[in-house]
T-cell receptor
């Protein structure tokens, strides 16, 4: 089955700096790569996703890149704000199953 | 759009009782719904996949007689934890996939915190 590895497990950044989270996946059949933000006690919220036919996608301060050859994808958050503090999960998906990374706890220091 | 609700948001029950959790897609039809379990400081673990009108498919190691799933309509799936025990205490999260999406785009509910005493 699919194996998704996510790094780092924790990330502390100064407000205004950028944050980068990296994930690798194992199944070349995976074709959809969402990123979720989860705040304490809440369900995951989709923040951005990318499909296998696209190399990069941006939405305001958030961007995701995908390298299918290397089987890795990354989340970039620019101009971080305190409200960006949360746990972020990457996932890789075949048409039928999402496999999640272990999560990254991001702390934005004011 | 793409809103998924869960009810209740939290529940406390005594050991040996059964608890039902509802998952609803509010503004779209979901042929497929998923149930996940999340322990503190861990990732989401898929428990089962349910398709409307058919039996759920359970992941390896998940007891189907303990975690009963019913997906009776395109907007409602229920998870019943039968004879709950303290080790079943966890955060249960459902997600739903839109009918028209060719990709596995899942929208998650807010989760249900189950505590078994």
């Amino acid at each position: 089955g699919e194996n998704v590895e996510q790094h780092p497990s924790t990330l502390s950044v100064q407000e205004g700096d950028s944050a980068v989270i990296k994930c690798t996946y194992s199944d070349s059949a995976s074709n959809y790569f969402p990123w979720y933000k989860q705040e304490l006690g809440k369900g995951p919220q989709l923040i951005i996703d990318i499909r296998s036919n696209v190399g990069e996608k941006k939405d305001q301060r958030i961007a995701v890149t995908l390298n299918k050859t290397a089987k890795h994808f990354s989340l970039h958050i620019t101009e971080t704000q305190p409200e960006d503090s949360a746990v972020y999960f990457c996932a890789a998906s075949s048409p039928y199953k999402l496999s999640f990374g272990a999560g990254t706890t991001v702390t934005v220091r004011a | 759009g793409a809103v998924v609700s869960q009810h209740p948001s939290w529940v406390i029950c005594k050991s040996g009782t059964s608890v039902k959790i509802e998952c609803r897609s509010l503004d779209f039809q979901a042929t497929t719904m998923f149930w996940y379990r999340q322990f503190p400081k861990q990732s989401l673990m898929l428990m089962a996949t349910s398709n409307e009108g058919s039996k759920a498919t359970y992941e390896q190691g998940v007891e189907k007689d303990k975690f009963l799933i019913n997906h009776a309509s395109l907007t409602l799936s229920t998870l019943t934890v039968t004879s709950a025990h303290p080790e079943d205490s966890s955060f249960y999260i459902c997600s739903a996939r839109e009918v028209t999406s060719g990709y596995n785009e899942q929208f998650f509910g807010p989760g249900t915190r189950l505590t078994v005493l």
